[in-house]
């Protein structure tokens, strides 16, 4: 059992930064990977970026360049660092995690990209 815990969601105008944090608790050990989500109104819900256990990472083509995942193993967190936020970055932003057996996702929170 894993549980997600996310914050650090808000209102920023666009060209703003803004970091997002997931912690996780419960089966650490059993973590392989972490990912972020976001998922706009009437939007399928969209992959953003994965860290690995061994720390590889990759992207979406969307955020490529602006987003960076990063994690802090001593506090189980994993980070999102969105840079040059527009309008079109507005949606409720998803931590997961995956074990052997199970996806875990955490609560969502809400960004908003003013214009």
């Known amino acids: 059992q894993v549980r997600l815990v996310e914050s650090g969601g808000g209102l920023v105008q666009a060209g703003g930064s803004l970091r997002l944090s997931c912690a996780a608790s419960?089966?650490?050990?059993?973590?392989?990977?972490m990912g972020w989500y976001r998922q706009a109104p009437g939007k399928q819900r969209e992959w953003l970026a994965y860290?690995?256990?061994?720390?590889?990472?990759n992207y979406a083509d969307s955020v490529k360049g602006r987003f960076t995942i990063s994690r802090d193993n001593a506090k189980n967190t994993v980070y999102l660092q969105m840079n040059s936020l527009k309008p079109e970055d507005t949606a409720v932003y998803y931590c997961?995690?995956?074990?052997?057996?199970?996806?875990?996702w955490g609560q969502g929170t809400q960004v908003t990209v003013s214009s």
């Open positions: 860290i690995s256990r061994d720390g590889t990472t």
């Open positions: 997961k995690a995956t074990s052997p057996e199970n996806n875990y």
């Open positions: 419960g089966s650490i050990f059993s973590i392989r990977l």
